[in-house]
């Protein structure tokens, strides 16, 4: 045999055993883009899929990738046997046998069958079936399928924001998202064994839409719960359906047994509306609304309402009408160079808002604040429309009080101030030509009333005030030299009545006073340290200051009318002092950083409430790590202190009696001013934040005058890992004139918390807080809440306790079952949750 032959038989041996044979492609024409997939209507209804419609002529053409262990071509007709797999656009299909008909796209698919790809990482597994590549049309048979889920290191990754799986014995597609599930199952847990599933004979999915489920029945852990004539779940979370929200039950000691069901509607893309009811079995009808708008980026509308037509507590003759309403309405708008705020609350009964509001800061509050504003800044002018109302409330029970004017508990309004309109314009600081003097100015023009139990004034009372400034700050060898000039002049159309102390007298007034101040700032004393401690380097800043004020011209204090700060302007000669002690630390490593994760972030003493760009919007990223690179002021402490030379203000001072001043209230938030003094109580601002992990924050007012504490405030939050701890004691106390003499009263109370665990991860996580009241040495809140989260999932259980006084005292019973991507079950609200 020569060696030619040798070759040629070789090889074609080689060959003929070789398992993997080449790639064959196809030129298939796809349909026109129009033609890609069945109308909506007939997918949804015909009983027997359509025919792809044959290519037109000059189509562009798109390749087919095609490989198999073994390959037939009869004609247009292509036999894949053995690992067969066709790649289409973005599309995978995979099964043991594939006959494909490269003239119309049809392929009928055995064993093992899967189809991959998509915008929305469709993923599909079935035992057999048909289906169209070109059109995206075809029908599965036991067949199990994901939505944006991605298979990545033996783990699903999710790639949407709403990624669900649903199962059936038959699955239909019917275009490129839209399928037809027969007699089976959705959910969002991982599979193959989820958490929760809604199992029906009929589902009709939407990808980019929604999946709706008909007569189906919900399963826990594998156990019929509800049975659902109709449900629709979101697939993907830009799109909301009107339709009914999941029902909320509940148990309460004084509301009693609770059940409640809300209504959502969707107006149209960026408005929606919630309207629901709860039936209190002890009390009646609680009801509820809520509208939601986004007109634009720049824009929001946002409505709440509660209510309730209350039965009453108590058994007769007794019983005591807690019912009322209490609404708020948010909205922001731009009018051109304008921004327009609106912040509106109602509240009928202060009683009804201690009895039924379920968050205790909330709850206490007896202010109802209202505000309307329109501003604009140019070229440093600021320009402002403002129409507001102030109420502030208390509650009248003749068991506590001495002297109670009541029988009953009742409520009554303490003051009502209106400003309503009022105008403001003002100017920045700017040079004065080419000297080194800085101008300014304030000036108001508005309409004001003011009612409290035994006093009001006229319907409108005008008030026009104008205030120019001058300054000249001056700089020389690093102390810092500010004086300042203010004339200011008010004009008020009513003023106090010493004939008669119910009403104010129709007559005119003008105050007018002359303002002057002078503050020295020293060179700041500074020393940076050695020898490194803990891997820092450490600084030490001392700041003094000092500020000197005059203020003369008021000597009709006693006449004037109050409406807000600007009427508590005194003649006053004063001196303030303060020193400011700073640390600061800097790692030695530049590339070292202070990094925490926050964990339950919202779960704080003293923080301030985390809030979105619009009310009903969570901060994104709520437990984002917290990094802190660079120096940091480690410790910030303030003390400082006045003395007056005047000591009864001008005479403005009444003793006997709590006399708040402009000079007073801007330097402490505490009234101390019953008597004349020359000095003012010392004052300790404390701030220490080693870490994003602590957080400890100390005020105290200490008065020398009378060697006591008139208030002190401390809270501390500490983190460490997934535990955090919390401990805050507010102590005040303040002056009582209700005897005609000046005796005090004190308020002391506790807050502690602790919790562990992270939101949004899987788990157990448990949280507790409570409030107590030192002085009755009585409880006043206490809320325990646990929660476990699965994959897909989570149960929280929360009790909170109310003892607010004779008006409330309740204990709650609270749940929520979670569905993740779908929503909640159970009466413990988002926005009341411990965390």
């Known amino acids: 045999m020569i060696t030619r032959s040798r070759i040629f038989i070789t090889t074609a041996w080689v060959c003929h055993l070789l398992l993997a044979p080449g790639i064959v492609t196809s030129q298939t024409p796809p349909p026109a883009a129009a033609t890609v997939s069945a109308p909506e209507s007939a997918a949804a209804t015909a009983p027997d899929l359509p025919t792809a419609p044959a290519a037109p002529a000059g189509q562009t053409e798109e390749p087919v990738t095609m490989r198999a262990v073994q390959q037939e071509k009869d004609g247009s007709v292509y036999h894949l046997r053995g690992a067969a797999e066709i790649d289409y656009r973005t599309y995978i299909l995979h099964a043991d046998q594939i006959t494909y008909n ?27 079936g048909t289906y169209n590549i070109r059109t995206q049309i075809g029908t599965f048979y036991s067949a199990i399928g994901t939505v944006g889920f991605r298979m990545r290191y033996s783990r699903y990754v999710l790639t949407t924001s709403n990624p669900f799986a649903f199962a059936g014995k038959i699955v239909e597609k019917h275009g490129p998202n839209h399928y037809l599930v027969r007699y089976g199952t959705v959910t969002t847990c991982e599979l193959p064994r989820p958490k929760w599933l809604f199992s029906g004979g009929r589902i009709v999915v939407d990808v980019d839409g929604t999946a709706k489920i008909y007569n189906s029945d919900f399963r826990l852990m594998g156990m019929p719960v509800f049975y659902f004539p109709f449900v629709a779940l979101p697939v993907q979370k830009e799109q909301r359906h009107t339709g009914l929200l999941i029902p909320s039950f509940g148990n309460s000691s004084t509301k009693g047994m609770i059940a409640g069901e809300s209504a959502f509607w ?17 009390r009646g009808w609680f009801q509820r609304a809520e509208l939601r708008a986004r007109p634009s980026d720049s824009s929001y509308v946002f409505f709440t309402y509660v209510g309730i037509v209350d039965r009453g507590i108590g058994s007769p003759p007794n019983r005591q009408d807690q019912g009322g309403e209490d609404a708020h309405f948010f909205a922001e708008r731009s009018f051109g160079d304008f921004r327009g705020v609106a912040n509106v609350d109602y509240l009928s009964s202060f009683v009804f808002r201690i009895a039924f509001t379920d968050v205790y800061t909330q709850a206490i509050d007896s202010e109802v604040r209202s505000q309307i504003f329109l501003s604009n800044t140019t070229n440093g002018f600021h320009f402002n429309a403002l129409t507001e109302r102030y109420q502030n409330f208390e509650v009248c029970n003749p068991n506590t009080q001495l002297n109670a004017t009541c029988s009953t508990i009742t409520q009554a309004e303490l003051v009502r101030i209106l400003h309503t309109p009022s105008f403001f314009i003002s100017g920045e600081e700017r040079q004065l030509g080419n000297t080194p003097l800085y101008w300014s100015f304030e000036s108001a023009a508005e309409g004001l009333q003011r009612r409290e139990i035994g006093f009001r004034t006229g319907a409108l009372v005008g008030r026009f005030d104008l205030a120019p400034s001058l300054t000249m700050p001056l700089q020389w060898q690093g102390w810092s030299f500010r004086p300042a000039l203010t004339l200011r002049d008010t004009f008020y159309t009513e003023e106090g009545n010493p004939a008669n102390s119910t009403t104010a007298a129709d007559d005119i007034l003008n105050r007018k006073s002359l303002e002057a101040s002078f503050e020295v700032r020293p060179p700041a004393l500074s020393r940076v340290f050695d020898h490194p401690w803990m891997g820092r380097r450490w600084k030490h800043v001392i700041e003094p200051r000092m500020k000197y004020d005059y203020v003369t011209g008021v000597n009709n204090f006693a006449d004037i009318l109050h409406f807000d700060a600007t009427d508590v302007l005194t003649n006053t000669n004063e001196v303030e002092y303060s020193l400011v002690n700073r640390l600061y630390a800097k790692h030695l490593d530049p590339n070292a950083k202070d990094c925490a994760a926050l964990g339950m972030s919202t779960l704080t003493i003293g923080g301030a409430p985390q809030v979105g760009s619009v009310p009903w919007e969570v901060p994104p990223n709520p437990d984002a790590q917290a990094c802190a690179s660079g120096p940091r002021e480690i410790l910030s402490w303030e003390v400082g202190q006045k003395y007056f030379f005047d000591s009864t203000f001008g005479n403005a001072l009444v003793a006997g009696q709590r006399n708040v001043f402009t000079t007073t209230a801007d330097f402490t938030g505490i009234a101390f001013l019953d008597s004349a003094r020359r000095f003012a109580p010392l004052i300790s601002r404390l701030r220490i934040e080693t870490s994003p992990r602590t957080n400890t924050e100390w005020d105290l007012d200490y008065d020398l005058k009378d060697g006591r504490i008139n208030s002190s405030m401390a809270l501390v939050n500490y983190r460490f890992g997934a535990f955090i701890m919390g401990g805050g004691d507010a102590f005040l106390r303040v002056i009582d004139t209700g005897a005609g003499t000046t005796p005090t009263s004190e308020f002391n109370q506790f807050r502690l918390l602790f919790g562990y665990g992270q939101l949004n991860k899987r788990g157990l996580s448990a949280a507790s807080s409570f409030g107590f009241d030192a002085d009755n040495g009585s409880l006043q809140y206490a809320t325990a809440q646990t929660s476990y989260t699965w994959d897909c999932c989570g149960l929280s259980l929360e009790f909170r306790r109310f003892a607010l006084g004779a008006v409330r005292n309740e204990n709650q019973y609270r749940f929520m079952f979670t569905l993740a991507n779908i929503g909640a079950f159970g009466n413990l609200k988002r926005q009341e949750r411990l965390y």
Request: proline share 2%.
């Open 266 to 282: 969707v107006f149209n893309r960026s408005t929606d509306a919630t309207l629901g009811a709860e039936y209190y079995s002890k």
């Open 102 to 128: 490269a003239d119309t796209g049809d392929s009928e698919l055995e064993g093992h069958v899967v189809l991959d790809g998509g915008p929305y990482d469709e993923h599909i597994v079935a035992s057999h």
